[in-house]
């Protein structure tokens, strides 16, 4: 697996440094992203796996705003409000536009099982014409059914997007309370070029070195999306160490009100990011959206009642963030497996994200503000390990150890390992550009006063 790393490595830079100097021809570039050839008919437009993905798509994004800055703003001090739901907020503005110039291009072009070209950079020639002359935008293959039947690329394209916004947007959690507006935004920036796209083509592209090549399961982003998120934030909030008085003062949320009404927007929005990623409309889309309900149900009971048995009571902030630790560990399963793998992934995901939380970290002892790293790399690493125990042939075409593929446990365990490496060394570097160039890290009195009135000359009365 060393081996694997570092050749990967050397790879990232290579087709990186070729990439950056030209980019693949467009039709080069659609014939490398298409099923193979001779299987299939010729692609047409299906209206109906176009309006479910273009539903997914607003689903998605609700995720973030509101749902996602509701989530994370009620469980911060009444100081820090608009601050972190603006984090999130201008993460979508920022995200929307380095994804259109240039990180869609890097996450999902090219023939490299490493990196993309520049061949979408701008999305260009994302509008062509068909045999007729006619101006359509183009089709996507990977989302074909086995009648042909597509999205267009910018619908796909769009669905994506979503994605990559709420990952670099989920980070924030760890580090809420002490990172300077001016920091956030660069390392945004960053982060979504080197990191975020270069591991969704690893796990999400047609010659993906850990999806295509390796055979690593990920449906819908435990690996891209809640690992990679989950890693980054512990990192930061490493590298900016500890709240000022953490320990010493009162730290409880501000409005868990907030915080119960952006982990059921975040519920509802999982929908599509689950059964959206099935690309069509059709029963695995429906099976995506079966498990997820199951999970999440059964993960948000487990964190209830093992919070219940431990503490002496039930508590709101348990059962939403259980909830999240549901859609979170069933997330890379969720096109994988059936209802009861579905149900064992959400008790798993509700004790596990428990103790990540409150256990590891006191053990560990950092900082991380809301649990993002105890929620999203725990729970994504449980389901990405489960998912190899209860991947169903019946449902993907793939056995998991329950079925008798051991191997399927491993390589999943292989690609975690693979994806905390190198998500944990690139952070960190881009960490410690970022403060060499703007600082990481407000004032203490500034962080005593709030950000919100420093940051942004703005308060909640």
Known sequence: MAKRFRDAVGGLALALGASLLAGTALADDQAGAAAPAAATPPLHLDTGHTAWMLASVALVLMMTIPGLALFY??????????????????????????????????????????????????????????????????????????????????????????FAIITPALITGSFADRMKFSALILFMVLWAIVVYATVAHWVWSPNGWLGAKLGVLDFAGGTVVHINSGVAGLVGCLVMGKRKNYGQENFAPHNLAYTLIGASLLWVGWFGFNAGSALTADGRAGMAMTVTQIATATAS????????????????????????????????????????GAFVIGIAAGVFCLWGTTGLKKMLGYDDSLD??????????????????????????????????????????????????????????????????????????????????????????
């Open 73 to 162: 703003a009620g469980m911060v001090r009444k100081k820090n409000i608009l601050a972190t739901m603006m984090q999130s907020f201008v993460i979508t503005c920022l995200v929307t536009v380095v994804w259109f110039i240039l990180s869609y291009s890097l996450a999902f072009h090219g023939d490299s099982p490493y990196v993309g070209d520049l061949s979408a950079f701008m999305l260009q020639n994302l509008v062509g014409a068909d045999q007729n002359g006619t101006v359509n935008t183009i089709l996507w293959a990977a989302g074909a059914d086995a009648k042909g039947g597509a999205v267009p690329e910018s619908v796909n394209m769009m669905f994506q997007m979503t």
């Open 301 to 340: 009971l487990a964190w209830m009642f093992g919070e219940w048995v431990v503490k002496g009571r039930p508590s709101a902030l348990g059962a939403a963030s259980g909830a999240v630790a549901g859609l979170v560990a069933i997330t890379p399963a969720s096109g994988y497996v059936g209802p009861v």
């Open 372 to 461: 993002a790293f105890g929620v999203h790399a725990v729970g994504g690493a449980v389901g990405a390990l489960l998912t190899g125990v209860f991947a169903l042939k019946a449902v993907c075409g793939t056995s998991g150890w329950i079925e008798g593929n051991f191997a399927q446990v491993g390589i999943q365990a292989e690609g975690i390992v693979i994806v905390v490496i190198f998500d944990a060394v690139a952070s960190f570097i881009i960490y410690k550009i970022v403060d060499m160039v703007v600082g990481l890290r407000v004032s203490e009195e500034v962080e005593v006063e709030g950000l919100d009135i420093n940051l942004h000359g703005e308060m909640v009365h």
